[in-house]
């Protein structure tokens, strides 16, 4: 079997309602040398199912048995697999647009100081429809500035391309620092070269209600901090006793809607705004926080819609 260009890190986990898109969206790239590492991770619906249909169709696509240990084991499994001089990463439920392995391999080429770069995205919600786009910065020094007070969403993790060189030799990901392995690994891919981003929008980001856990909320808070000190430690900074940021107040499904309505409001996408400010209020209609969400809403989609047009 002949090395391919770049290989493709797809941890699963129960993806298969979103499985086929994202699928459709790899075999759609107009770059073709690649090859996928798809992960089942002890799926306990049809994702392995699907996954092995596609290989068995496929000749880029190797399946590998995650056993249900978790996305740092599966991508370190994934990892040691690889064969292609470049790695990129994808999830289950996300859509790459159909450039994004080219547009991201050029780049990478014309700039060899870089050792990772992302994209713009679109945050989707589970149907598709868009909540917000990123404006992520593109260069290191304000990509680094970011990271270094724990904002990982500098750089979107699924929508990564890294030298596989140089990700091997940091030891990929640490199960140490899991629900937070992103930032642990820029942290230290920024300490042998560049990062940057792609301005462009190369990929779906699709969003969960799920991912508003209140334990899960604490438990990254407390390893951003670890890795930012770890970070810190290696440079002989003084440590943080605290992050100068915090998600803590998505603790809850509604209070997930109420962001997301306000972010699609920003982003002009009126409909989607008015939605998820309805299932807010539905979830805690006896909270009187949530009743002024409405007007939010409106206020912020008139002031998007009128920024739009000027």
């Known amino acids: 079997m002949s090395k391919s260009t770049v290989s493709i890190l797809l941890p699963v986990r129960n993806n298969a309602s979103f499985l086929a898109e994202t699928i459709q969206s790899l075999t759609a ?5 690649w090859e996928c590492l798809a992960i089942d991770d002890g799926s306990e619906d049809e994702s392995g199912q699907i996954l092995r249909s596609w290989a068995a169709n496929d000749s880029r696509v190797r399946v590998l048995r995650g056993g249900g240990k978790g996305i740092v084991a599966g991508l370190n499994l994934a990892l040691a697999e690889a064969q292609g001089e470049w790695i990129a990463r994808m999830d289950g439920d996300d859509i790459a647009h159909p450039t994004r392995l080219k547009k991201q391999l050029n780049f990478m080429q014309a700039h060899p100081e870089v050792v990772a770069c992302g994209t713009q995205v679109r945050y989707v919600d589970p149907k598709g429809r868009l909540i917000f786009p990123t404006n992520n910065p593109v260069h290191h020094a304000a990509i680094l500035e970011q990271l270094e007070r724990g904002l990982s969403g500098a750089l979107i993790h699924p ?22 392995e992103d930032l642990d690994l820029y942290l230290r891919l920024s300490e042998r070269g560049k990062l940057a981003n792609v301005n462009e929008f190369l990929l779906d980001y699709r969003q969960h209600p799920k991912s508003a856990n209140v334990l899960r909320r604490e438990r990254q808070q407390k390893l951003r901090l670890l890795a930012l000190n770890d970070y810190r430690a290696r440079h002989r900074l003084e440590p943080l006793k605290a992050l100068a940021f915090g998600r803590v107040h998505l603790l809850t499904r509604a209070d997930l809607y109420a962001d997301w309505a306000l972010k699609a409001a920003q982003a002009a996408q009126i409909k989607v705004a008015y939605h998820y400010a309805l299932m807010a209020n539905l979830r805690e209609f006896w909270n009187p926080q949530r009743w002024p969400l409405f007007w939010q809403v409106f206020s912020l989609g008139r002031r998007s819609r009128k920024f739009s047009e000027t």
């Open 29 to 33: 790239q107009t770059f073709t040398d």
């Open 159 to 180: 929508a990564l391309m890294a030298r596989t060189r140089i990700l091997k030799s940091v030891e990929g990901y640490r199960e140490a620092y899991r629900d937070v």
